[in-house]
C-alpha cells in the first residue's frame, strides 16, 4: 500500500526554466511533509519541508505547495540548474506517531540539460 | 559539524553469513532511524532508537534482523544468516531532540550498500 505516490518516474527540463514535481499521498493522518535530494552513492539530502497549518514554503530556489484537501504537494525548482540533477523524493510523517517515521515516495528523478 | 557517519560503505557477504552496519549520529541527535532502499524502489522504514531503546520496530523483518543503540558508541544494524534478497542500500538517519514538528527533519548517512552473494 503506496502512501506517498510520485508518479512521475523522471523529469527533463532545460537549464533556466522552472521544474515541478508533485507528490500524493493518501493517508489523512500526514501533516508533516519533506523534500529529498539524493545523488547517485550518497544519502538523501534534506532540502525544504512543509508543516499542514501551512500551504507554501519557500526557500531561495525552492518552494513546496501544500493542497490539503486534494492531498497533493509540489516542489518547484526556479530557476533550474544542472546541478539540479539528481532523484528526488518526496516524504511525510504523522503526528500521531510522534513524528518519528518518514514514508517515502519512490522518487522523481530530475535531468537538467544546459 | 561531521554528519551522519555510516560505516561501511560496501559490505559484501556470502549466503549465511552475518552483517553488521555501522551508524553515528550527528553530534547532539539521540534519535537514529533505519531505511533501507530496494533498487528502483523509495526508502523503507525499518526501525527507530533512541538510546539503549527501540522505540519503533515496526518496518524490521520478524526474523533475522535486529538492532541496537547503545549508551556509548554507534547504533548497530545487525542481519544474521543474510540472502539474496537483503542485497540493498542501508541508509540511518538521525534528529535531534525535541516535539516541534520541524525537529522531524531527520539527517542522513551516506548508507552501506549490501551485496549478498
Known amino acids: 500500500d503506496q502512501q506517498v505516490k510520485q508518479n512521475s518516474p523522471s523529469l527533463s527540463v532545460q537549464e533556466g526554466r522552472i521544474s515541478i514535481l508533485n507528490c500524493d499521498y493518501t493517508?489523512?493522518?500526514?501533516?508533516?511533509f519533506l523534500w529529498y535530494k539524493k545523488y547517485p552513492a550518497e544519502g538523501p539530502t534534506f532540502l525544504i519541508s512543509?508543516?499542514?497549518?501551512?500551504d507554501k514554503n519557500e526557500d531561495g530556489r525552492f518552494t513546496v505547495f501544500l493542497n490539503k484537501s486534494a492531498k497533493h504537494l509540489s516542489l518547484h525548482i526556479v530557476p533550474s540548474q544542472p546541478g539540479d540533477s539528481a532523484v528526488y523524493f518526496c516524504a511525510a510523517s504523522a503526528r500521531n506517531t510522534g513524528f518519528q517515521k518518514l514514508v517515502f515516495g519512490t522518487g522523481t528523478r530530475l535531468l537538467v540539460s544546459p | 559539524n561531521a554528519g551522519v557517519m555510516q560505516n561501511p560503505r560496501h559490505l559484501v557477504r556470502r549466503r549465511g553469513q552475518e552483517a553488521r552496519l555501522r551508524c553515528s549520529p550527528m553530534k547532539g541527535h539521540s534519535h537514529v532511524y533505519w531505511y533501507r532502499q530496494l533498487p528502483e524502489e523509495g526508502l523503507k522504514f525499518m526501525v527507530y532508537l533512541q538510546k539503549e531503546n527501540i522505540i519503533d520496530e515496526s518496518g524490521m523483518p520478524k526474523e533475522r534482523f535486529s538492532a541496537e543503540f547503545p549508551k556509548e558508541g554507534p547504533s548497530i544494524l545487525r542481519i544474521q544468516q543474510v540472502v539474496r534478497g537483503d542485497s540493498a542500500a542501508y541508509f540511518c538517519?538521525?534528529?535531534?531532540?525535541?516535539?516541534?514538528?520541524?525537529?522531524?527533519?531527520?539527517?542522513f548517512g551516506p548508507g552501506t550498500r549490501l551485496t549478498v552473494l
Open positions: 538517519a538521525s534528529r535531534r531532540d525535541g516535539l516541534r514538528s520541524s525537529y522531524n527533519e531527520q539527517f
Open positions: 512543509i508543516s499542514s497549518i501551512k
Open positions: 493517508n489523512s493522518m500526514f501533516d508533516y
